[in-house]
């Protein structure tokens, strides 16, 4: 039997330097993206161009890792963003109760009743589009479903006999809250975090590719597909291809590391 | 049977207040949006010709001087009446408008959704039974990739394969180019649905079979199950495990009714086919925002009603309800 | 008597988890010995974590897959291999239970009871063995929830004896019942061995086993320390070891005198 601990962690540590290095890399290559050669317009994957050129001669690759250096950045904002809100308003909601429980449970089946892609339409077009629109709808749209599950940690918590005896023994309500409300929901926040990430990234690119996000000369994955959208009857497949592998890639990355963990923090899981 | 009124009424109830709640939230966002309507709604340049007066009168008539709350009281009593506006693009009532592209969508909707739920079950158990074996890992594995997948990369991929590479399939489209409506045949319809619904089902299909897997894997473990075996029992998956599946399996197929919708926005726009996300598409770019409010209305209509479904379709399979009820 | 389930030395093992990225073997059974006769009530009695149960999920071959095993089990003479015990489970061995979560909670009571068989002497012979432990036909078209904890209990019984089993083992069936439905779920057991049924009753309650059991095995700490007959339990004269004496005196009749090493059963 293989050490699923030490492969978990290992696993975590080597995603985390690829998206890392993805992120860097993305980020000096910004300025090279953007440059036009139309010498070498539409060229297929060759050794100089390993994912091939496009219609002014940008190179695919570079603009590849600049868009998804964008993805991840914004992925880990709005993921963080939504991760929080959610810690907040689902621990809120299960420790005050009574209304404030009614009216945030009310607020997570409305925002669950709207489709993801339609209501970050919306909160984009209300932020006049752009990047931030597109960030700011993520990251309002995203926390729902780890709100009811923090929500429902809480409440678990709440009643579990040995805190009920600390709070009666005279333990103070911070240093509870402190040392055990936290330290138990670490695992499922640091997961569910984790687990934001990928459809954070996915719903970025998607409604980057209907329009909504950049500026067509930005270098975004949702930028780049869209545009290969017209050069696919014509056989220019290395433009759609690499670049939605890429995000395919960088998104497993995340769900892998992020489904590891949360197997090996469950314990029904734990001991497999 | 009291009870079961009571509980279907306060479920109607919830879901009217929930809708209000979005069509409010809906407004208010696009009220917030920094567009002029007189602007979006007459151009430039036409703007730019008119005469003071003129543009008093139709600052009026789009209600730019008119308080917000009012507009939303306007828009709502228009809504309960069944008129929700028009819709700027298409010049057309909005309630037409949606209705037509509706009618457009449904039959790829519900075959998508069909389609997910059977696949995603069946993989589910199938994975859940053989845990930690080859068909377990293979399945996971392409659940992974496929929810790691956008949706609307895959249709990319699947129309560069079948209609661009194979050319066996149409690019997309509701309708071959240049046929009426009137002269479209059936298999014509379906052809073109066929890679549509195809994408929408493989990409809801993924969430349906990973949750069913961790159910089957929860039903696996539990006493039952571990008498069941005990006793020698044979067919205890079919016996079973699809028995006590079936009410986590209830609540994700209903539950994955905005996930299709969501994903019908993606998959019309790179098919081009005219249906209701498209139109949200449209409306969202065009600043078309009566038809952007009534598609979000309807959407949400179409979530919360297969909500109450879950709801009421558990008090008919669940023994626990349904014969609490029975004598309560 | 011929024994029917002789167990030899058996250990179980896991291997876990334990801080951060070590892994350690656990053992819950250590050693464990009996014999099963048939037509006998044999009562195993440990305490809490003493590894009862698992000795249950190791003759039916139902063990965690992280689960090793050592040692050897007997079945009417032969080897329990994997393949044997699946042949024989629900045919010749039949297991009852602790409790109400053993039954399927969407199945109607019926058809968990006649395991699916639809056929015309299945149903009589259901409908037979429900009437003997006091249960009318209407129990088999409730479901799990609709029962009380003492019917669950015979419910279980049922489903146990449907196919006349030679081995019953019978995981801890008493906890939560009424003094009275107790006795007379032990009844029953008593009633099978009459029939010729080997019985093997798990328990941590001396005392129960006292009343029902022809022979007792006392486990300590994944351990059979001592096997006796139940007649030697109460008088408490012939008990050498000293762990079943020091059992023996904890018992309330024999002044309750509790040792540090038994309180924890």
Redesign the interface.
Known sequence: MKNRRRNTLFFIILAGTALCSVTLAGGLLYEGAAAADFAQKNLPPCPAHPFGTDWMGRDMLRRTLAGLSLSVRVGGLTAAVSAAAALVLGGAAAAFGGWVDALISWITDLVMGIPHILLIILISIACGRGLWGVTIGVALSHWTSLARLIRGEVLQLKGAPYLQLARRLGVSRGRLVKNHLLLHLMPQFLTGLILQFPHAILHEASVTFLGFGLSPEQPAIGIILAESMGYLTTGRWWLALFPGLSLVGAVMLFALAGERLRLLLSPATAQD | MRHRLQFTIKKLVRMALLLLGVSLSAFLLMDAAPLDPLQTNIGQAALGSMSPEQLARLEEYWGVNTPAAERYLAWLSGALRGDFGVSLLYRRPVAEVISLRLGASVWLLLSAWALAGVLGLTLGVLAGANRGRWPDLLIRAACLTVSSTPSFWLALLLLMVFSVWLGILPIGLAVPIGTAAADVTLPQRLLHALLPALTLSVAGMANIALHTREKAVDVLDSDYIFLARARGERHILIRHVLRNVTLPAITLQFASIGEIIGGSVLVEQVFSYPGLGQAAVAAGLGGDLPLLLGITVITAVLVFGGNLAADLLYGVVDPRIRRGAAKG | MEPILTADHLSVA????GR??S?IALSALTDLSLTVDAGRVTALVGGSGAGKSLLAHAV?H?LP??AHTAGTICYDGAPLTPARA??????EI??I?QGI???????KVGPQVR??RRDGMSRARCREILARYGLGSEVEEL?P??LSGGMARRV?IA?AVMDSPRLIVADEPTPGLDSQTAGRVLAHFQELAEQGTGVLLITHDLELARTVAHKIVVLREGRTVDEVPAALFQTGEGLTHPYSRALWQAMPENGLIVDREVSVL
């Open positions: 896991f291997t876990r988890y951060g990225l892994r039916f139902l897959r992280n699946r042949a024989l489970r629900g045919r039949s297991l239970p979560t053993y039954l399927d909670p969407m199945m395991r699916g479901y929830f609709e279980l489903c």
